[in-house]
């Protein structure tokens, strides 16, 4: 069974930073294209970033683009989201996701991922 493993999560003032990691084992890496998601109380859940198998591809929603980077270590089987410049609006439960592929695409619809791991908590106080 394919797992994903989310880490990094916490509390932090507004303008600091976090990265948040997603392994995911019992399969193998490079066949899948990887993705962040987010969602507040409330709200449903909405695209953050995503990037394809290789990593040449990245994808961001607007409200992150210029302060969050995603990335990838194919050899450590694990993707990365590197949060700066945070704001109390980015206040979610993160979620990584994976989409088996075979093309060069990242994938910035929650409908396309094939496996989710259990959420991190990313708490922004002001």
């Known amino acids: 069974q394919v797992q994903l493993v989310e880490r990094g999560g916490g509390l932090v003032q507004a303008g600091g930073s976090l990265r948040l990691s997603c392994t995911l084992s019992r399969t193998t890496f490079t066949n899948y294209a990887m993705g962040w998601f987010r969602q507040a109380p409330g709200q449903e859940r909405e695209f953050v970033a995503a990037i394809n198998r290789s990593g040449s591809d990245k994808n961001y929603a607007d409200s992150v683009k210029g302060r969050f980077t995603i990335s990838r270590d194919n050899a450590e089987n694990t993707a990365y989201l590197q949060m700066n410049s945070l704001k109390p609006e980015d206040t979610a439960v993160y979620y990584c996701?994976?989409?088996?592929?075979?093309?060069?695409?990242?994938?910035?619809?929650?409908?396309?991922?094939?496996?989710w791991g259990q959420g991190t908590q990313v708490t922004v106080s002001s």
């Open positions: 996701a994976a989409r088996f592929t075979t093309t060069r695409n990242s994938f910035a619809l929650i409908s396309r991922y094939d496996f």
